[in-house]
């Protein structure tokens, strides 16, 4: 049924179809509203017999998960930002142990210096902690992946992120097609753990492993990973037959095939990037742009494929690995090892700043002229960082950067003029 609705109301009510036996919930800015509403749920007798449970932490939180998936039952909770710091260490606990959580993360800066808006530091800190990590593009996109997410996790036996923006995605109210029940019913089938702690047949869950196995158990989780690679484009498939919209899969073309200029990117930036490619197109440049919705397992051969004839990839990211540059960018030049294509890693968006038509024009015009610097950093003012850069050389006291940048800028009072 088609709703204008805020993308965590729509989100919940897609977690709420899944039937999850235990939700622990633990707020953060931007995900919030959707455990919010999931309890409202909850309380009204809506999600069956469903445990919400208020956590003291976001550690808590994936702790509870962890012992409540180890028990046989289907489990999901969500976080943001600081808070997936905060349960980084069950996070990596819940894959190592193979338990089929979805969390959703709406994806926020990690500080310092302390911001709450959008960018995909949060997921980017938790790509090696072996959780398959898929990004949806919009809100009927994060519905339909969030119901695909249960299954997946349970057909791998794999805990699942399904990324969405925050704010941008989480706090937007647009039409959404919600499924009924029954119609998430056909697809997603009852919960039947893989693994689960049961006192007539008991078994050992996190065993202290030694140098003679590690590797070999580690090497079984990066092969799990490749598995999923089939299983999501199988159900991805299913999912479109039976709700009849296309939604999930390893990744999306939008006109790439065979483009001289191919622009790579994740989640909902591919909506302001396809309107300015289009009037390129009509002005005779030859470009296109590629989504990639699966980050891990990272579609390698499915990039290869679509990216075969390209002669430049610029890949637009909003996250930054300190001291090299754009981290998607790496992954993609990897997977394009041996390929023509020169690759330009473009940084922008950091932190929420905008990202506009205007300047990702201007961005386009100097990727498909080759006179992008490696790497690129986005609608970004040097002026800034040279004023900041001369009074660290300076000043023997400089004070901290972030509030002399603020000062510069002229976002807050200063007590003196530096």
Known sequence: MLQQIEGSAAVAKAVAFCRPEVIAAYPITPQTHIVEG???MVKRGEVGSCQFMNVESEFGAMST??????????????????????????????????????????????????????????????????????FVEDNQQAVDVHI???????????????CMDGFIL????????????????????????????????????GAMVGPEAFAEVRFLAHYKQLEALDLIPEQAAEFQ???????????????????????VTMGSVIGSMNSVLADMRAEGTSIGALSIRSYRPFPSDALRAVLADAERVIVFEKS?????????????????????????SVVGGLGGRPITRENLRRMFD?????????????????????????????????????ESILRDVGLVAAAKTI
């Open 38 to 40: 999931l309890g409202q």
């Open 65 to 134: 998960c962890i012992g409540a998936s180890a028990a046989g039952a289907r489990t999901y909770t969500a976080t943001s930002s600081q808070g997936m710091l905060f349960m980084m260490e069950a996070v990596y606990n819940a894959s190592g142990l193979g338990l089929p959580i979805v969390m959703t993360v709406g994806n926020r800066a990690i500080g310092p210096p302390i911001n709450i808006w959008n960018d995909w530091s949060d997921s980017m800190s938790a790509r090696e902690a072996a959780w398959i990590q898929l």
């Open 148 to 162: 695909q997410a249960f299954r997946l996790a349970e057909a791998a036996s794999l805990p699942v992120m399904v």
């Open 170 to 205: 989480t706090h937007a109210y647009t039409r959404v097609d919600v499924p009924e029940q029954e119609t998430v019913d056909r697809f997603l089938p009852e919960f039947q753990p893989r693994q689960v702690l049961d006192p007539e047949a008991p078994v050992t869950m």
């Open 241 to 263: 037959e039976l709700f009849a919209r296309d939604s999930g899969g390893l990744l999306k073309s939008f006109d790439a095939e065979g483009k001289k200029s191919v622009i």
């Open 320 to 344: 930054l690995a300190v001291g090299i540059g754009g981290i998607l960018a790496g992954d993609v030049r990897m997977a394009l090892t041996g390929l023509p294509a020169r690759v330009y």
């Open 366 to 402: 100097k990727g498909v002229r080759d006179e992008l610097e490696e790497p690129h950093f986005h609608d970004i003012s040097m002026d800034v960082i040279r004023r900041e850069l001369e009074r660290l050389k300076t000043m023997q006291r400089p004070g901290p950067s972030a």
